[in-house]
């Protein structure tokens, strides 16, 4: 029994302690510092945060965020949103009788190459006709495709999470277009998942040694 215990204490001593950071369009924050004994081992990894964490807005509690490492720089993991959305609690609480949920799926590519898929939802005020209903996500659709012509990744991140809570961004543009469909009491970004990265080495994730002074 003893030896057993023997052996779980050194495979802890063999690993280093990384820090995780958010990108730059989420402030470089330390969001968890993770174990490893092979930093190779870490890109590829997700990390699960809340916008919470990133803000101090209690209210933004509800939306989840996952950023996928990327590369390691010394004992600093770098990351990438791969995906964001509301909690089940959240979307239940937009909920009412009586009134319609229109949603929308769409899969864009970025103008420096990254596809995503990006769902939408917009609550009516009131009951929404089927016509109308395919009107409203043909305006999801058409907000979307514009961003992704005229967008990195970067920017639709920081487009559909901050802009967004902040009454502003893709949720926002959608809502003051359809809503001259139906009143609306909602629409956002409910989820967002990246499906693929640009086929350039640039996107390859990477482990690098801590620079060393000069």
């Given at each position: 029994m003893s030896k057993a215990t023997g052996r779980i204490r050194d495979k802890w001593r063999m690993k280093e302690w990384y820090s995780v950071y958010t990108p730059s369009y989420f402030g470089e924050l330390n969001i968890a510092n993770i174990p490893c004994s092979d930093a190779s081992k870490l890109p590829g990894r997700v990390v699960e945060s809340t916008l919470y964490e990133i803000t101090g807005d209690f209210s933004h509690q509800s939306i989840k965020l996952y950023f996928l490492i990327r590369q390691v720089k010394g004992d600093r993991a770098e990351t990438i949103l791969k995906g964001h959305e509301y909690s089940a609690d959240y979307l239940r609480s937009?909920?009412?009788?009586?009134?319609?949920?229109?949603?929308?799926?769409?899969?864009?590519?970025?103008?420096?190459?990254?596809?995503?898929?990006?769902?939408?939802?917009?609550?009516?005020k009131g009951r929404v006709k089927i016509s109308q209903?395919?009107?409203?996500?043909?305006?999801?659709?058409?907000?979307?495709?514009?961003?992704?012509?005229?967008?990195?990744?970067?920017?639709?991140?920081?487009?559909?999470?901050?802009?967004?809570?902040?009454?502003?961004?893709?949720?926002?543009?959608?809502?003051?277009?359809?809503?001259?469909?139906?009143?609306?009491?909602?629409?956002g970004v409910r989820k967002s998942k990246l499906l693929s990265l640009p086929a350039v080495p640039e996107a390859a994730v990477a482990v690098t040694p801590e620079a060393q002074p000069a």
């Open positions: 937009l909920v009412r009788r009586g009134s319609s949920r229109v949603d929308g799926i769409f899969k864009i590519t970025t103008k420096d190459g990254y596809t995503t898929r990006i769902s939408i939802v917009a609550f009516a209903q395919r009107a409203i996500r043909r305006v999801m659709r058409e907000v979307l495709e514009e961003k992704a012509k005229n967008l990195t990744y970067d920017q639709l991140c920081h487009d559909m999470v901050l802009l967004s809570v902040g009454k502003a961004g893709i949720g926002s543009e959608i809502y003051n277009l359809a809503k001259r469909i139906s009143p609306l009491r909602h629409c």
